[in-house]
């Protein structure tokens, strides 16, 4: 059965670190680039970090660059989102997403990706 699960979401003060995890099953990490996208209150999906499939390139949005780091552990099929230095505007649902490498995952077109976790909630406040 196909699946993506992101866990380690929670409260955080300002400042703070969390580690995302996406667990994947059912998909063939060789295959799929894997993004990471968050949705605040009120505002659009942004996407924020991907991996591409079979490589060790990676993408960080503006947003969040020097804070935010993806990695992939293909052994354990997860992708990871390592964020330090998190603000209140950090505050969404962050939602891991698996896309076909004939696209270009950086370009965080979300209908683009082909499956989708159903979200861990971060909060970033004192």
């Known amino acids: 059965q196909l699946q993506l699960v992101e866990s380690g979401g929670g409260l955080v003060q300002p400042g703070g670190s969390l580690r995302l995890s996406c667990a994947i099953s059912g998909l063939n990490l060789d295959y799929y680039s894997i993004g990471w996208f968050r949705q605040a209150p009120g505002k659009e999906r942004e996407g924020i970090a991907c991996?591409?499939?079979?490589?060790?390139?990676?993408d960080v949005a503006d947003s969040v660059k020097g804070r935010f780091t993806i990695s992939r552990d293909n052994a354990k099929n997860t992708v990871y989102l390592q964020m330090i230095s998190l603000k209140p505007e950090d505050t969404g649902v962050y939602y891991c997403?698996?896309?076909?490498?004939?696209?270009?995952?950086?370009?965080?077109?979300?209908?683009?990706?082909?499956?989708w976790g159903q979200g861990t909630q971060v909060t970033v406040s004192s």
């Open positions: 991996i591409r499939s079979m490589e060790t390139w990676t």
């Open positions: 997403a698996a896309q076909r490498p004939s696209y270009v995952c950086s370009a965080y077109v979300a209908h683009e990706y082909e499956y």
